[in-house]
């Protein structure tokens, strides 16, 4: 019975696996917008209904702001990318030539007794931004590919929503048939897989987007070069432990303080304090509340880690799988305490 098991198994994932990028996306806008459904669920009657409602405004969203940022995206990235591949790097050479920078590097080759010199330092970081650009050269598509294989996924996805959305509440209930533990197990499971979600998705990814679209706002007002990328970087970097968001928008405010103006400096710390900060200290306890929450450390790898392996997908799907697997984790191990005190 295992090896049929097994069997059907991998079979069903081979039968699956053309789709399994449109039915993941699909699982992820289910969820994120799942409270949408469940409030527009009190007014309407009809599921179906409902969650056509829900559908269109996620396709609304997908087509509009979303696709515009990634246009964005793409083109920053590709200007980045030509910018490291001449080999132009004359803002790389001003900023090593700044005196304070130069008074660093001297201290720190004095300090260590590195006997390195500022060209060093210059020729080192530019092979290895030269090399970066040509790896990024390489990963950034030269276009959308097959259209109509685009807009097949793009169906495909929009179905796996609508019937998520629809029918996703009494998925789960079923499912909970099938798994090998008690009615008090499974309540357990189900309220600790909902927390860890809340706090994943909605106190940390739609946290880190919000930074992301305050800091990208930002910067473009204040005439930085591809305030979109910086945006995204502020948004992943709002995972990092201690620092947080801080480590990007800091580092633009000290070079504006140190190259461009100190007024556009002032403008974005007062920014990054009452605007990007307060997003991070004021809304995320708010969404949050006293849910169980994953470290932050762990929630940072999780999203590096799942945008590595899923893509932009990665985003929000590495923390959801490492949030169902402490929780499945955990489960585990007040079956095993349980069984020890019986």
Do not use: C
């Amino acid at each position: 019975m295992l090896a049929i098991t097994a069997g059907l198994g991998y079979l069903t994932f081979q039968i699956l696996r053309p789709f399994i990028g449109s039915i993941m996306w699909g699982i992820v806008l289910s969820i994120v917008f799942y409270p949408l459904y469940n409030y527009l669920g009190r007014y309407l009657k009809w599921k179906s209904l409902t969650s056509f409602i829900v559908l269109v405004i996620i396709i609304a969203i997908i087509i509009g702001p979303f696709s515009y940022f990634a246009y964005l995206l793409i083109n920053e990235l590709q200007d980045i990318s030509r910018h490291l591949g001449t080999g132009n790097m004359a803002l790389l050479h001003d900023v090593l030539s700044y005196p304070t920078v130069h008074y660093l590097l001297d201290w720190i080759s004095t300090i260590f007794n590195l006997p390195f010199s500022e060209a060093d330092v210059e020729k080192t970081l530019t092979d290895n931004a030269l090399l970066m650009g040509k790896d990024l050269i390489g990963k950034i598509p030269g276009g959308l590919g097959s259209v109509v294989t685009v807009f097949i996924n793009f169906i495909f996805m929009t179905l796996a929503i609508f019937f998520m959305l629809k029918d996703g509440a009494a998925f789960l209930r079923k499912s909970r048939d099938y798994m090998p533990f008690s009615e008090q197990q499974k309540d357990r499971l189900a309220t600790q897989i909902r927390d860890i979600v809340i706090s994943t998705i909605y106190g940390g990814v739609l946290v880190a987007v919000l930074e992301g679209i305050t800091g990208g706002i930002a910067y473009s007002a204040l005439g930085l070069r591809s305030p979109v990328l910086w945006g995204a970087a502020t948004a992943i970097s709002s995972f990092i432990p201690m620092v947080g968001s801080f480590a990007v928008w800091g580092v633009i405010a000290l070079y504006f303080f140190l190259q461009v103006s100190v007024m556009k400096g002032v403008i974005l710390v007062l920014v990054g304090i009452f605007g990007i900060s307060i997003v991070d200290y004021g809304l995320r306890p708010m969404l949050i509340g006293s849910r169980t929450r994953m470290p932050v450390i762990v929630i940072f790898f999780s999203v590096l880690g799942g945008i590595k392996l899923f893509g932009l997908l990665g985003l929000i799907m590495g923390p959801l799988v490492v949030a169902l697997f402490v929780s499945v984790m955990d489960i585990f191990r007040n079956i095993e305490t349980d069984r020890n005190q019986g």
